[in-house]
């Protein structure tokens, strides 16, 4: 472990970018490896192959890969630079530049975790409040709505061309971590509309990615949502409401259906905090955690092993569903 991963930092330096070394570093690089997070979501995978994308123009050797499960979920198939991608076996050791995009701390880069170590450089490009700073340069802006919105401010730094190409990726991040265009701020719609003048097609991506399921996804939610539970005297009296998906409601539907159910659950109106717990196939969980307006589900997500955002968080646990609920239930307090 580095002395920077070491040290707790100050909130200047959390806040603090680093935009031209990043730069630096990219348009030095000799070979570049870029990792996404474990099971990986639109802002990552869409930040990585943007950013590989542009690095292929400019004749840089690169490969992107993430540490789990094996395929990329397969409503981001249709994202450019996909031939970019190789499986997490086959990423090499020994790289000039590591870049890890949308990773809030080294565990998020599950089994190819230990390529950090034998990277000449690393660069962590992030948005997450509760990044632990675990590259050799850290580009964190956690103001921003998504890692894509970070990627743009290096790419307008760098001189990049955003082409139809790189736009749709960089799309894909921003639609899907804004929860299509909810939790915005001044600039997201520039930064939208920016990206939709190059001429991509902004419904069908945010619909191939948000709003397209099988149909066993119907009887899984009628599942899942009849057995969820209201705790109105947790969080303080503020309320928790939680559902748990098994392994046996889950039967053949994809991660797409599985991280959907958050966005429903966390409507309840009796509740500032909501938590979906997952049941992955070696028995253990990953709890997804989101709140409205007082409470700050990375510190929540952070204590129990996790991090995250201030309204959204998670983290992964081995123990029962009821265990895991009450030990949420004691974090919040
Ligand atoms: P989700 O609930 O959508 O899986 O994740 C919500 C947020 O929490 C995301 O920004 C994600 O990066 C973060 N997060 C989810 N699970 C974990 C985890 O196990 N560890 C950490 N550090 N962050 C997590
Ligand atoms: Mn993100």
Redesign the pocket.
Known sequence: MTHTQETSLSELDRQEVHLPQAVAVLENATSVTILC?I?P?A??IGSGLALALVLERKGIPVQVAFGAPDELPESMRELPGTHLLVPASQVRRNVDLLVTV????A??LGRLADRLETAGETLVIDH?R?NTRFGHINLIEESAESTTAVVVRMFDLWGVDIDADVAHCLYAGLVT?TGAFRWVQPGTHALAERLLATGIDGARIARRLLDTHPFGWLPMLSEVLASAKLLPDAAGGRGLVYAVIRQANVGGLRSEEI?SV?DIVRTTSEAEVAA?L?EAADGSW?????SKSDVD??LV??NL?????RF?????ATATAAEIVTSLVDSLG
Do not use: F, N, P
């Open positions: 997070h099971q979501d802002d990552t949308d990773c809030g701390s565990g998020r997450h509760s971590d991280e958050i979906v997952k990953a709890v997804s955690l989101r589900v990375s997500a952070g092993g996790g991090g995250g955002h959204a968080a998670g983290y992964t």
